[in-house]
């Protein structure tokens, strides 16, 4: 999992390195959560941890506040969260989830560019096996912490995973877990940097340079779409196929 997390940490801050566009999904991210929860990020868990997404990002906080106003207005954009499923080049398996105001409109890009780039989009569920879908947080490492009392501390709220380095802890659990992890967390004190869903392939596929740069660059067209929030994909990462990042 280390090195697919680590993988997908690159790709996102490389995807979000344009600050408008990071703000932009946040603010898709705002507004459902406020529609859903209302806009009172203590009685509204999901608003809490975007907040906390947005802090991590360095969105402003009167860009925060703003969302939360517009999205509490009656003439804001009805959002609705999608998932799009579909084959890259050389049997790859690709995840998009979406949030968009135009159903029509996202579904017919995201095709065009499986298309383009020599894939295909597929059903609704055909994907479904390929990937487990988990809650990720990430902590900040501070001086004195017990990693040990630290997971045990963590494994009645659902903790599958426990890993740190220098920078941070990150803890894995089921997606089911989320709001049980976030809770446990909140009530020992300790702030959560960034947390989201996100989907972990069960098995990966290797491919050669060449055919890998197929790959990601579906990815990045797939990313750069405005109504797309994340892409997972099964593609065996390995240190040459990484170095394309940079490239």
Known sequence: MGRAFEFRKARKMKRWSAMAKTFTRIGKDISMAVKEGGPNPETNARLRAIIQNAKSANMPKENVERAIKKASGVDSANYIEISLEGYAPHGIAVFVECTTD???RT??????????????LGTNGSLEFIFDRKAVFTIAVSEGIDLEELEMELIDAGLEELEADDEAITITTDFTDFSNMQKKLEEMNIEVQSSELQRFPNNTKSLAVEDAKQVLKLIDKLEEDEDVQNVFHNMEMGDEIMAQLDN
């Open 102 to 104: 135009n159903n029509n």
């Open 107 to 120: 579904v017919a890009n995201v095709r065009s560019y499986f298309n383009k780039c020599e894939g295909n």
